[in-house]
């Protein structure tokens, strides 16, 4: 089956760093998607790795290990704004139809506090 | 300038009546995507249509009707609603990457909030 876990809860202190992490267990591996999602709104689109190493993208990074089926977003210098559900999805890819789907985790919720 | 939008934002309604939700994107791509997420928060795929095509079905019962009558537009339609149908529902588009449907990044609109009574 299709398996993705990440913690549910954290909390970190405001201009602190903190590490999301998400292990996964999927069949037909295309890509993995980090997404924020603030409580009430839809998700929005963080960052992307389909190949393993680092991907920065201002405070906000995200590995990956294909081989370990493990992946981490890193938030620096956190700041109030950042409170949120962080959300790791794997799209596996239907070679049937070439058309894929992303499973989602659970997600972890994120407090930051003063 | 808004890329995919829902309608309507929020919608309360007894058991037993048939609804619809809309969604429209106005970002050109390909593939177009119906996704639930329930209290606990988890996001699930319920259909995807690429180009006007079904290619994506999950395991959702028959009661749930999807629509695409153009590649911007994808509806969902909803007979006989039940409690369990409470959740918030998603829309979300992607383009395609070659011969890979919907394989960029997925975009989502703001959400439907449905209630059954």
């Known amino acids: 089956g299709q398996n993705i876990d990440q913690p549910t809860e954290m909390t970190a202190t405001e201009g602190a760093i903190v590490q999301i992490n998400c292990t996964y267990q999927?069949?037909?591996?295309?890509?993995l998607f980090w997404y924020q999602q603030h409580a009430g709104e839809a998700p929005t689109f963080l960052s992307y790795?389909?190949?393993?190493g680092l991907e920065e993208k201002g405070r906000f990074s995200s590995f990956l290990s294909r081989s370990k089926g493990y992946s981490y977003l890193l938030l620096k210098e956190l700041q109030m704004k950042d409170s949120a559900s962080y959300l790791c999805?794997?799209?596996?890819?239907?070679?049937?139809?070439?058309?894929?789907?992303?499973?989602f985790g659970q997600g972890t919720e994120l407090s930051v506090k003063p | 300038d808004t890329a995919v939008s829902q309608t309507p934002k929020y919608l309360v309604t007894q058991m037993g009546n048939d609804k619809s939700i809309k969604c429209e994107q106005n970002?050109?791509?390909?593939?177009m995507y119906w996704y639930k997420q329930d209290s606990k928060k988890f996001l699930k795929i319920m259909f995807s249509?690429?180009?006007?095509?079904?290619?994506i079905n999950e395991t959702v019962p028959n009661r749930f009707s999807p629509k695409s009558p153009d590649k911007a537009h994808l509806n969902l339609h909803i007979n006989s609603l039940e409690l369990g149908d409470s959740a918030v529902y998603f829309c979300?588009?992607?383009?395609?990457?070659?011969?890979?449907?919907?394989?960029?990044?997925?975009?989502f609109g703001p959400g439907t909030r449905l209630t059954v009574l």
């Open positions: 970002l050109g791509h390909d593939t």
């Open positions: 790795n389909v190949l393993d």
């Open positions: 249509y690429n180009n006007k095509e079904l290619i």
């Open positions: 999927t069949s037909g591996f295309n890509g």
């Open positions: 999805a794997v799209r596996v890819l239907m070679i049937y139809n070439q058309g894929g789907k992303l499973i």
């Open positions: 979300a588009s992607s383009q395609d990457v070659g011969e890979d449907r919907g394989a960029d990044t997925q975009y």
